[in-house]
């Protein structure tokens, strides 16, 4: 498949991992980059937000059950093995561990490759094109909170086509993701394995911050471990000059952190990352490349989770971006993709048991009118509900789409928050910076629904649910590993632990400890 247009690639590389300096944006480059507040139900039925009219009674459908008749579906007819020449089980044997490697379908070469011949070389390569263009792991393998899945593929019709027209290189070329930031991500993985190989990088010791006229033997590993990341760094002399805040700041850029130039907790705690886990990042976010569509939707909302930044593309041009806060570790943002449909003005917010249980109950107990004050009622005895308002912690406007989580994108009057580089705060759903703006952008294409009649039915206060004309695909994806536009690497934290257990993961099948079951039988002959 073709690789995408460089324009489209230049202009999705804005997305993710925007650092933010003083005074706005700075400069990111992730390509692709894209809430369980738990705040209601499942899913809010449309009647709250479109109640019934006085005196409307409404009476339910009654409910009939039927059992269809079984549905027999003829099975496909099943391909048989392309029969390889010798030269070209050749050239399959030896890409299949190579290519493993540049992929990042595993951390070290084979040791002692077992030579493969005939039908089990197919089944190997098959296996292999299926990790490489769908992603190594098997279902069994997700978390509960990925619920991001790849599409289906059947890598056969495309080798059958290749072997019989001596095309192997072609179609093994066209198995990756067909996205910049992927290959930005697999010339990264090479780079940060040479660096693994020479010997990674020393830590550089604990003790006081480090700043401008600081001097000694910790100021010159700051400026040997900085080195290795950035040729800009002169490697020598143990004095903390202005050119060695330059290159503290273009680190902390690069992890994501407030580029003030000082070495304090967090950005010693970022430089000592030993590079060996620095390639099991890039590893693992390479794997979620392959759980996308080969191709995007031109229009779309990507969240990154780990970043907690929200991009809206229009026409695959990124026209908006703002700062989020996404859930805090023990309360994940799930990954998803999905369709948003409505804008709920003024909605209010159906508190989830667990929060009410552990938060809001001990609150009301503690100070008597707590719930009073802050607009909340009791319904049926147990459940609670706050009314929307300025104090309800929706705020105006709430973004649905379908999911499995009970998640959205929502305002919050809550904004000290935005302030921080470090915005993993909420219960799981996605609080945004701009609400009002995002949904000016959502309803343009409405007549009905210009900016000033939005703010019109915000100064309302009463709730409704806003049908969107043209539906925009969202999708929340945790990204922590990026290359910018000119190949340098970029790095998140890895809040959630995410990146460590997929790393693991792809290695364990591809390290032949969880192989198909076909395999592994044609592999003990």
């Given at each position: 498949m073709a690789r995408i247009a460089t324009n489209d690639r230049k202009m999705m590389a804005q997305e993710f991992g925007k650092g933010f300096g003083p005074g706005g944006y700075g400069h990111g480059g992730e390509r692709h980059g894209f809430a369980r507040c738990f705040t209601a139900l499942a899913i809010v039925p449309a009647l709250l937000a479109a109640p019934v009219q006085a005196g409307q009674t409404v009476t339910p459908p009654p409910v009939i059950r039927t059992v269809p008749p079984p549905q027999v579906q003829p099975a496909a007819p099943q391909l048989p093995l392309p029969l390889l020449t010798p030269a070209q089980a050749d050239q399959l044997r030896a890409m299949l561990d190579a290519n493993a490697m540049a992929q990042g379908l595993r951390s070290a070469p084979t040791t002692s490759p077992t030579r493969l011949d005939g039908e089990a070389l197919v089944r190997a390569v098959l296996d292999h094109a299926r990790a490489v263009h769908a992603g190594r792991l098997d279902t069994a393998d997700f978390d509960k909170d990925w619920g991001l899945r790849p599409p289906p593929y059947?890598?056969?019709?495309?080798?059958?086509?290749?072997?019989?027209?001596?095309?192997?290189?072609?179609?093994?070329?066209?198995?990756?993701?067909?996205?910049?930031?992927?290959?930005?991500?697999?010339?990264?993985?090479?780079?940060?394995?040479?660096?693994?190989?020479?010997?990674?990088?020393?830590?550089?010791?604990?003790?006081?911050?480090?700043?401008?006229?600081?001097?000694?033997?910790?100021?010159?590993?700051?400026?040997?471990?900085?080195?290795?990341?950035?040729?800009?760094?002169?490697?020598?002399?143990?004095?903390?000059?202005?050119?060695?805040?330059?290159?503290?700041?273009?680190?902390?850029?690069?992890?994501?952190?407030?580029?003030?130039?000082?070495?304090?907790?967090?950005?010693?705690?970022?430089?000592?990352?030993?590079?060996?886990?620095?390639?099991?990042?890039?590893?693992?976010?390479?794997?979620?490349?392959?759980?996308?569509?080969?191709?995007?939707?031109?229009?779309?909302?990507?969240?990154?989770?780990?970043?907690?930044?929200?991009?809206v593309f229009d026409g695959d041009t990124p026209v908006m971006s703002m700062r989020a806060v996404t859930g805090r570790p023990g309360d994940e943002t799930p990954m998803l993709s999905s369709t948003i449909n409505s804008i709920v003005i003024n909605p209010p917010w159906n508190v989830p048991t667990s929060i009410a249980t552990k938060e809001l109950w001990p609150k009301e107990k503690k100070s008597p009118g707590y719930f009073k004050r802050n607009g909340f009622k009791v319904i049926d005895g147990t459940r609670l509900q706050q009314a929307a308002g300025d104090q309800s912690a929706l705020g105006r406007f709430k973004f649905d789409f379908n999911n499995a989580y009970a998640v959205y994108l929502h305002d919050t009057p809550s904004r000290a928050k935005f302030a921080s580089f470090s915005r993993l705060a909420s219960h799981g759903c996605v609080r945004l910076e701009k609400p009002a703006e995002l949904a000016a952008l959502l309803l343009k294409a409405n007549p009905d629904w210009p900016p000033e009649a939005i703010a019109a039915q915000v100064e309302k206060g009463k709730t409704l649910r806003v049908t969107l004309t043209n539906p925009v695909e969202v999708y929340l994806l945790y990204w922590t590993a990026f290359a910018s536009a000119s190949g340098q690497m970029n790095f998140r934290a890895d809040p959630y632990g995410w990146d460590k257990t997929l790393a693991a993961k792809i290695e364990a099948r591809s390290s032949g400890r969880l192989v198909l079951p076909e395999l592994e039988e044609l592999t003990k002959s």
């Open positions: 059947d890598p056969l019709p495309g080798l059958t086509d290749a072997v019989r027209r001596d095309r192997l290189a072609s179609w093994i070329a066209n198995l990756p993701p067909p996205y910049a930031g992927y290959d930005g991500l697999l010339k990264g993985l090479a780079n940060y394995r040479a660096i693994e190989a020479a010997g990674g990088w020393q830590p550089v010791p604990a003790g006081p911050d480090l700043t401008l006229g600081a001097k000694g033997p910790r100021v010159l590993a700051l400026r040997q471990r900085l080195a290795v990341e950035d040729k800009d760094v002169v490697a020598t002399g143990d004095t903390f000059d202005a050119a060695l805040v330059a290159g503290v700041q273009r680190a902390q850029r690069r992890y994501g952190l407030n580029p003030a130039g000082v070495v304090s907790t967090q950005t010693l705690a970022a430089l000592n990352v030993p590079a060996i886990d620095r390639v099991h990042q890039i590893m693992a976010n390479l794997e979620r490349w392959r759980w996308l569509p080969q191709e995007l939707p031109r229009d779309r909302i990507q969240v990154n989770i780990a970043a907690a930044v929200l991009t």
